[in-house]
Every structure is written in structure tokens, then in C-alpha cells.
């Protein structure tokens, strides 16, 4: 596989404060940073991913999405088939635990807003197993998602641009970063 450029985003998120982070790399060489605030709970995620990268001087390079689950600040949910649509680019979604269900659409529940919400859930395809992590995929098979997880995990299971926004995302809310 060529040496793409990869995103990944992830977040961190405290009271009404929130920050996704795109970490930008090739193959887990840091090449750059998207940076925006997102509402807690709320529905913009999406918008910001497109927007983030439709925006970057990257955007032609990016080969690959990596999500750090479809949840974003509490319960904005990621809406893999908008951002694909826009965009064109495959994405991973990545869970290094498998979701409780029951847990999640209980928690949705709470929301006016419950039956869109299951709907992006139930459109985020089926959870898989690969690599050692779980994974949704939109615009790509397993394949492609075992290339890439293996061309951007560099220790334990979590890729680079995963485990850096991350870290960058905590170190903004919380003033120092935190260990995923």
C-alpha cells in the first residue's frame, strides 16, 4: 500500500466544552492537526468532520476516516453515510471494546431527537472484528481496514492518528493530556 495520508478523530469533552481533533498522518508520522469545538450532545459532528477536512490542505491526500467510535462529546453521533457522501473517502470506524446496545439506546432515549439517533447506530453497518479492535466500515472492506490498521498501529491496538487526537483533545479540556 502507497503511503496515504490518514485522519483520525477523536475528542474530549467536559460541562458544555468540547473538541474534536483530527490527527493527520502518514503511515504514524504526525503531518498535521484539524481542530474544532462541537457541541456536548449534540447533532454537528458530522458537519465538522466535512468541513474540517473539505478545508484542509491535506484533503486531496487522505486516503482513509478514522472515527474513535460513532460517539463524539456524550452523544453526538457520527453519520458515516453523510460524511461519505461529501467526502468520497473510506472510513473506520474503531472500538476497542463492542458496545452495549441496551446501554446505549437507553442512554438515546433521553433524547427528543431518539429515533434519528438509533437510525445513525443501525446505519453504521455491522461490527466486526478486525485486527484485534471492532470496526464499521463505509466505502471499504475489511481488507482495506486490516491495511490500514496495520500500517498505522504502532503499539498495542489503537492506531496513531487515533491514539494522538486523543491526546491532543484531552491536553485542550483538561490542560494535560490523558492516557487513552
Same mark, same amino acid.
Given at each position: 500500500m502507497k503511503l496515504w495520508r490518514v485522519v483520525g478523530f477523536d475528542d474530549s469533552f467536559k460541562g458544555d466544552l468540547a473538541? #474534536?481533533?483530527? &490527527?493527520?498522518? &502518514? %503511515?504514524?508520522?504526525?503531518?498535521?492537526? #484539524? $481542530?474544532?469545538?462541537i457541541e456536548v450532545d449534540g447533532t454537528d459532528v458530522s458537519e465538522k468532520i466535512v468541513k474540517l477536512i473539505s478545508e484542509s490542505r491535506f484533503k486531496e491526500q487522505i486516503? &482513509? $476516516?478514522? #472515527?474513535?467510535?460513532?460517539?463524539?462529546?456524550?452523544?453526538?453521533?457520527?453519520? #458515516?453515510?453523510?460524511?461519505?457522501? %461529501?467526502l468520497g473517502i473510506p472510513i473506520v470506524v474503531v472500538l476497542e471494546r463492542y458496545p452495549d446496545m441496551e446501554k446505549i439506546e437507553k442512554a438515546l432515549k433521553n433524547f427528543e431527537d431518539f429515533e434519528?439517533?438509533?437510525?445513525? $447506530?443501525?446505519?453504521?453497518?455491522?461490527? %466486526?472484528?478486525?485486527?484485534?479492535?471492532?470496526?464499521?466500515? %463505509?466505502?471499504c472492506d475489511e481488507n482495506f481496514a486490516e491495511k490500514i490498521l496495520k500500517l498505522t498501529v504502532r503499539k498495542g491496538k489503537v492506531p496513531e492518528p487515533l491514539r494522538i487526537a486523543h491526546l491532543v483533545a484531552s491536553a485542550l479540556i483538561h490542560k494535560e493530556s490523558k492516557r487513552r
Open positions: 473538541y #474534536l481533533v483530527g &490527527c493527520i498522518t &502518514c %503511515k504514524d508520522y504526525v503531518e498535521g492537526f #484539524l $481542530i474544532d469545538r486516503r &482513509c $476516516i478514522l #472515527l474513535s467510535g460513532l460517539t463524539f462529546a456524550g452523544f453526538n453521533l457520527a453519520d #458515516l453515510d453523510y460524511i461519505h457522501d %461529501k434519528e439517533r438509533m437510525d445513525l $447506530i443501525r446505519n453504521a453497518g455491522e461490527i %466486526k472484528s478486525v485486527y484485534g479492535v471492532y470496526v464499521q466500515l %463505509k466505502g
